[in-house]
């Protein structure tokens, strides 16, 4: 399968990296994944994990529906997804939504195409490489943050909500699915 090509936004190339004064917040953690919340739709979502595994950003069927977005705004994908344990998960369709990243006073805004799937999930979205690679961020579970250039030139640091990512990560171990692949079947 080919997924459509997009120009990536023109984002300064910076240095990103992490330091020892990126850990001075952190909670001592037992590999928590880095779970943080964006605008999307003019509602801001969280429970957001930053899923460097996946080659799909995806956005869950019950968020899609707690969003009030309309089955006729879902763009048909005529691809397959599979799962962490090579099971088929339902695809609804995609949708192109504007979606803000935010801390403190900086803020970056991009188009993603997220799939809309119909599984459980203890997250609302899951960002993948096309979306971290779209707007050039890092992320560091050890430091839990993501890092990501402004269109100014700055370096937005994004901090993950530890205590979600704890619940959330707990959470998806009772789920059966993850989305980790994008697929077609030959």
Not at 49 to 72: C, E, H, R, Y
Not at 89 to 105: N, Q, W
Not at 119 to 132: E, K, Q, V, W
Request: proline content about 5%; charged content about 25%.
């Amino acid at each position: 399968m080919i997924v459509e090509a997009r120009e990536p936004d023109q984002s300064p190339e910076l240095d990103l990296y992490f330091t020892k004064v990126d850990l001075q917040d952190v909670v001592p953690h037992d590999n928590d994944p880095v779970v943080i919340s964006v605008v999307t739709f003019g509602r801001r979502v969280h429970r957001v994990l930053i899923d460097q595994g996946s080659s799909a950003d995806v956005m869950f069927w019950l968020t899609f529906n707690k969003l009030q977005l309309l089955p006729n705004q879902l763009r048909p994908y005529d691809g397959c997804l599979y799962g962490f344990a090579r099971d088929q998960v339902e695809v609804r369709g995609h949708v192109e939504l504007r979606t803000t990243f935010t801390y403190d006073t900086t803020s970056r805004t991009v188009s993603i195409r997220y799939l809309v799937i119909n599984a459980p999930s203890a997250y609302n979205i899951l960002l993948g490489r096309p979306a971290l690679n779209r707007i050039g961020a890092v992320a560091s579970t050890r430091h839990m943050k993501m890092k990501l250039p402004s269109l100014e030139g700055a370096i937005t640091t994004i901090k993950s909500d530890q205590k979600a990512a704890k619940k959330c990560y707990q959470n998806s171990l009772k789920t059966k699915r993850g989305v980790c692949l994008i697929t077609s079947q030959p």
